[in-house]
């Protein structure tokens, strides 16, 4: 009885592993990120544009890319200790505005969970780069 309880423990989390991995997908992100491109860069040589560069995004304090002029809604934000954890950018990107009210960006959200989880994968593989 032991042995099974452990096997099946064993199996679950295994899957669970394999249910996390498979929730989030770096390259469908990537291809979800395009409609992003018009206002934010990432990569090898971003630069501000419209909005700030995204790379190291994920645990990056909000409003604290050099040079770019945030909302007063980002600055306080950040100096209020908000953080980009992946799970704080979720919320985010569903509805920025909601989220952060009197934020400049004029994006409406991406309500689609899967969709949310591949950007923040994306972006995730952008800071090892």
Not at 48 to 75: C, Q
Request: charged share 25%; hydrophobic share 45%.
């Amino acid at each position: 009885m032991i042995r099974t309880f452990a096997a099946a423990l064993t199996g679950l989390a295994t899957l669970a592993l394999a249910t996390a991995a498979a929730a989030q997908d770096a390259e469908k992100g990537e291809s979800v990120f395009r409609a992003c491109r018009a206002c934010h860069q990432v990569g090898e040589g971003a630069k501000n544009a419209v909005g700030p560069t995204l790379n190291g995004i994920v645990g990056r304090k909000a409003g604290s890319v050099e040079g770019f002029n945030y909302s007063e809604a980002n600055k306080e934000a950040g100096a209020g200790g908000l953080v980009w954890t992946e799970e704080k950018l979720f919320e985010y990107l569903e509805k920025p505005a909601a989220f952060m009210p009197r934020t400049k960006m004029a994006y409406a959200g991406l309500k689609d969970a899967g969709d949310r989880k591949d950007i923040i994968a994306y972006l995730k593989s952008l800071a090892a780069k």
